[in-house]
């Protein structure tokens, strides 16, 4: 299909590994993307990994990229109830002159405390 | 701080009326956008700009109408063409034009209908 898809909801345990996955449509894209929403509020930008990568660490985030399956997960270790948000994945696809976004239907990660 | 401004945060529409909800940006970016989300969906495209005085249709253009006569300033308005206009409605901005990096995005603005 066309749709980025993504799980509509995750519950973890505080201090427990948070992984959130995403199945893209677009083996062409240059980056892909991991945006954080919070209540009321516009996307975050969270990290993003270049489409030659498998792996991009930063601090409690990891990205992983199997470009193979087209599948794009983001790891949270040590999950907070700061990190209670929701979680899109995005692809890039060229349309009429210029490189979009195109999001996934957000995962809604709950920490239980 | 440079960044990009929705106003207002929240916003009301009666039936047959135009509503404009404005977005500025103060990052120099070349290309903006308008996305709508709605509940337990992604954000979908509604125009996108990539340089001053063009702008393009995204998915769902319908009912909605665009300008882009500064650099800095992108306004959507919301026509009483759009019969399901409640939503939540966010702007972003690129810096590269043809865009191929992150997109930076405003708080949103909250339409509903009275």
């Known amino acids: 299909g066309e749709d980025v898809e993504q799980s509509l909801f995750l519950s973890v345990r505080e201090g427990d590994s948070s992984v959130i996955n995403c199945t893209y449509t677009d083996s062409s894209s240059t980056y892909l993307y991991w945006y954080k929403q919070e209540p009321g509020a516009g996307l975050q930008l969270l990290t993003y990994?270049?489409?030659?990568?498998d792996m991009k660490q930063d601090q409690r985030l990891t990205v992983l990229l199997n470009k193979k399956d087209k599948h794009l997960s983001l790891r949270i270790a040590d999950t907070q109830t700061g990190d209670s948000a929701i979680y899109f994945c995005a692809e890039t696809r060229w349309q009429t002159g210029a490189n979009n976004l195109f999001f996934g239907t957000g995962t809604r990660l709950t920490v239980i405390p | 701080d440079g960044g990009i401004t929705q106003s207002p945060k929240y916003l009301f529409r009666k039936e047959g009326q135009n509503v404009t909800l404005s977005c500025e940006q103060n990052l120099n970016h070349d290309a903006m956008y308008w996305y709508r989300q709605d509940p337990g969906q992604g954000l979908r495209l509604i125009y996108y700009s990539q340089i001053v005085n063009d702008f393009q249709k995204g998915d769902i253009a319908e009912g909605y109408s665009v300008s882009r006569e500064k650099k800095e300033s992108f306004p959507l308005t919301v026509t009483s063409a759009q019969k399901n206009p409640t939503a939540f409605y966010l702007c972003a901005s690129i810096g590269d034009r043809g865009g191929d990096g992150p997109q930076h995005f405003g708080d949103g603005t909250r339409l509903s209908i009275l």
């Open positions: 990994i270049f489409s030659n990568m």
